[in-house]
């Protein structure tokens, strides 16, 4: 919900994907807005939409009260929990995750801070996974604190290609550095652009 400058509201439905350069770093979402007030459709139906999409994402979701309990939980989030959502409703995060209930209780010392929660990186003691976490601040229609907007994506297979990625490099390093040949390469004018080390330590050459 979105308060215009007259004092009436607007319902928007947001829905984003996380983006990552080639490097596999995340630089920001994309995303799109719709106006569901001028929907011809009920308060009811379109509330039902919006609890469907809620539900059905595949990014965990979650909204965590003051006293680090679930308030909402999608099946996404859920998932990650190893609990149905309804069970999940007014159970404390760190019977859980106790690593992401820390992040939550930094989120709060940020605030009081003025300052912003940068994303971070959560990985799952025992199963390997790693998810990207944004926690965000909530606040209700009197400005009051609320709780804390939690979304989690799941990046295991991309930090196993940027390893594997990492690992190919290396080993692509230490093939140069070990080959008796010093490969180079050149460009047009025959300027050397790339050398191998060895190269500098054998000629003494920069």
Known sequence: RNVRADGT????ESSGIPLFDHDGEFKGYRGIDRNLANL???????????????S??????????LQMRYVTVNDAMANIIGLQP?????????????GLASL???????????????DKEFSLPGNNKTFFVRIKTAFDTQNQLSGLSVAMTDITSLKRME??????????RN??????????????????????SRFQRITGMT
């Open 56 to 65: 059905n994402a595949p990014v965990g979701l979650c909204f965590i009260d």
């Open 86 to 98: 309804y069970e999940a409703i007014g159970r404390k995060v760190s019977a859980f995750l106790p």
């Open 175 to 196: 093939m140069v550095e070990l080959n008796p040949q010093i490969p180079w390469t050149a460009d047009a004018k025959g300027m050397l652009n790339d050398v191998s």
């Open 104 to 118: 939550l209780m930094n989120a709060l010392e940020l605030l009081q801070r003025n300052e912003e929660t940068p």
């Open 40 to 54: 011809d459709q009920a308060p009811g139906q379109r509330l039902f939409q919006l609890e469907t999409i809620y």
């Open 163 to 172: 390893r594997a990625l990492r690992e190919s490099q290396e080993h692509y």
């Open 9 to 12: 509201e607007i319902i928007l």
